[in-house]
């Protein structure tokens, strides 16, 4: 059973700096593409950060140049590092990976971190 335990979320004032991180067990990290998404109350989940297992990297314009996405295979963690956060970036955040093979779609989900950006 592959699990993802993310950590590092919390409360921060506009402006302010988050750094998440997303564990995952076993040793198959490496193989898949990762995604951190975001929900806010009300609101669709987003997709705020994308990095493959190859080192492709994408960001939508709502937080290009305010976020990093990284990955470490040798410790099977990802990593989100938030900068300059604004309160519209209060939300759940979930980390994601992903792979997809001849035969088999692999999706797994982490439980979330609650970020709140407020005075």
């Known amino acids: 059973q592959v699990q993802l335990v993310e950590s590092g979320g919390g409360l921060v004032q506009p402006g302010g700096s988050l750094r998440l991180s997303c564990a995952v067990s076993g040793n198959i990290f490496r193989m898949f593409d990762m995604n951190w998404y975001r929900q806010a109350p009300g609101k669709e989940r987003e997709l705020v950060a994308r990095?493959?297992?190859?080192?492709?990297?994408s960001y939508p314009d709502s937080v290009k140049g305010r976020f990093t996405i990284s990955r470490d295979n040798a410790k099977s963690t990802g990593y989100l590092q938030m900068n300059s956060l604004k309160p519209d970036d209060t939300g759940v955040y979930c980390c994601?990976?992903?792979?997809?093979?001849?035969?088999?779609?692999?999706?797994?989900w982490g439980q979330g971190t609650q970020v709140t950006v407020s005075s």
């Open positions: 994601n990976i992903v792979r997809s093979t001849w035969t088999r779609n692999m999706d797994y």
């Open positions: 990095i493959t297992s190859g080192g492709g990297i």
